[in-house]
């Protein structure tokens, strides 16, 4: 009997992160953390979750959106939108009066994404594997058909792709079996966020560094002088062997994994992140000025939009041995395919829900491989580590088979609201998700959803002005 989406729930999930600064950067100052969550029901048990993060108000105007996406999917039948899931994305997004309030950016947008990514949740769920293990077991062809390919021709054809996912296949099994064992390698954020004292940035550097971590990141821009003084305290403790776990080695700073990114005698590497505060110009020159400190990139240093000024400070930092990231607010395939059609970004910072769910990450993860740029998939927000470390097996797997020169960004914060959430090795790399039934690995807890749900959750009604009060008295 054909299973058939019956009916969806949202949920808008908001948790109290600017109580501790977790998050806070240049432009983002207080954020509380929260999930566009929605599920879709169906005619049988199957289900599927997905989300989109936010960073608190408007929460509600996403869970809006979505509703107005997701009703679009009732009484259709689940192996029909299977069959073709890049035709079902072009389905989805081409809402005849919806596009109206895109098309393909803003609260539309990730609204897509938290409905996109519900979907292929549900694929994975109903083939009984991970989501990252129904992508790469798929033949090319299924996987370009399961990409969101209009608008990109210009940059890479269905033919090149599949092309190029040929050459891939013969080596997946090896390279699967690979990461199965070692994992994949990851980066810290929690150590810099700017809302935390030097203290406690010392600190969390040195624990991260003992948990086997060997890539870093600082926020930046707020403060010139401060970011050099917390610059030079992270690379006073990641650049001295005396931190490193037991036994371990330094890792050799011009070996073929780590040679052009300015890592220390010890093999460690630190990034920054402006959340876009500068202007062009200003960028250029607020960076070179952070040069004693050896980035290997400056992420979003100008408007996430500003393709050509990207470039340009690509252009400016060049001479200093600094590169440029950025994606994390790019907000559809075809800024991705600019950026790297002006040769404006080093390294692609893909976002699992700012994009529009798996389907149009496919099309991304395509083009960076073509055009030789490594996928650093964007990861601080909720959910967002659960999500991404998919992405990563995928790209490593099935498109561009590289690993060792990428990072996947690692937030330790609220993972423990999910029931299938993403793990770290000894070794500071991510662990592969094995459950057949943890699909894209997003669900969320009911006890935390009833929790932390806005306005009326208890957490919200009972313990937030608890909470507050005793942080206000330094408690
Ligand atoms: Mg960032």
């Known amino acids: 009997m054909s299973v058939k989406i019956t009916g969806f729930e949202t949920h808008d999930v908001r948790f109290p992160t600017s109580l ?39 929460n509600d105007i996403v869970c809006a959106a979505i509703k107005e996406v997701a ?55 109903s083939r009984q594997k991970p989501l990252w293990k129904l992508v790469v077991d798929m033949s090319p062809e299924e996987l370009v058909n399961s990409a969101a390919f209009r608008y990109i021709s210009d940059a890479i054809t269905k033919e090149e792709a599949l092309e190029m996912l040929k050459a891939k296949a013969a080596s997946k099994a090896e390279r699967e079996a690979h990461v199965r064992q070692v994992g994949y390698p990851a980066y810290v954020t929690s150590a810099g966020w700017l809302g935390y004292s030097d203290e406690k940035v010392a600190r969390l550097t040195k624990e991260a560094v003992a948990a086997g971590f060997n890539h870093f990141k600082m926020k930046v821009g ?50 920054i992140d402006a959340n876009q505060v500068w202007d062009v110009p200003q960028a250029i020159d607020y960076v070179k000025s952070l040069a004693p400190i050896k980035p290997w990139f400056i992420e979003e240093p100008t408007a996430p939009d500003d393709i050509l000024g990207h470039a340009a400070v690509r252009k400016g930092l060049k001479p200093y041995g600094i590169g440029v990231a950025t994606g994390e607010h790019a907000h559809n395939r075809m800024v991705f395919k600019q950026l790297l059609q002006a040769e404006a970004i080093d390294v692609c910072q893909i976002d699992s829900c700012r994009l529009a769910g798996v389907s149009e990450v496919l099309s991304v993860l395509l083009m960076a491989a073509k055009f030789g740029v490594p996928v650093c998939p964007h990861a601080g927000g909720v959910g967002l580590c659960e999500y991404v470390i998919h992405l990563s097996l995928i790209d490593y797997i099935a498109v561009s088979g590289s690993m060792e020169r990428n990072v996947l960004e690692f937030v330790d914060h609220l993972h423990e609201h999910f029931l299938s959430p993403c793990s770290i090795n000894e070794n500071g790399r991510y662990n592969v998700p094995n459950s057949p039934t943890e699909g894209y690995s997003i669900e969320m807890h009911k006890e935390s959803i009833a929790r932390f749900e806005w306005p009326h959750g208890t957490y919200w009604t009972n313990e937030h002005a608890v909470a507050k009060a005793n942080r206000a008295a330094g408690h």
């Open 71 to 125: 009703a679009r999917l009732q009484g259709k039948d689940v192996e029909e939108l299977f069959a073709n899931m890049g035709k079902t994305w072009e389905y989805l997004c081409a809402d005849p009066q919806l596009r109206w309030i895109g098309p393909e950016k803003g609260v539309i947008h990730i609204a897509l994404g938290a409905v996109n990514n519900a979907l292929w949740d549900m694929y994975a769920r």
């Open 20 to 58: 501790t600064g977790d998050g806070t950067d240049a432009m983002n100052t207080d954020c509380d953390y929260s999930s566009a969550y929605v599920s879709l029901l169906t005619s049988s048990d199957l289900i599927g979750h997905g989300m989109t993060f936010t960073i608190g108000r408007g």
């Open 222 to 271: 707020a403060d010139r002088d401060s970011d050099l003084r917390r610059g030079q305290i992270i690379r006073s403790i990641i650049d001295d062997p005396q931190y490193l776990p037991a036994g371990r080695k330094p890792r050799d700073p011009n070996g073929p994994d780590l040679v052009g990114k300015n890592a220390g005698p010890t093999g460690s590497v630190l990034m």
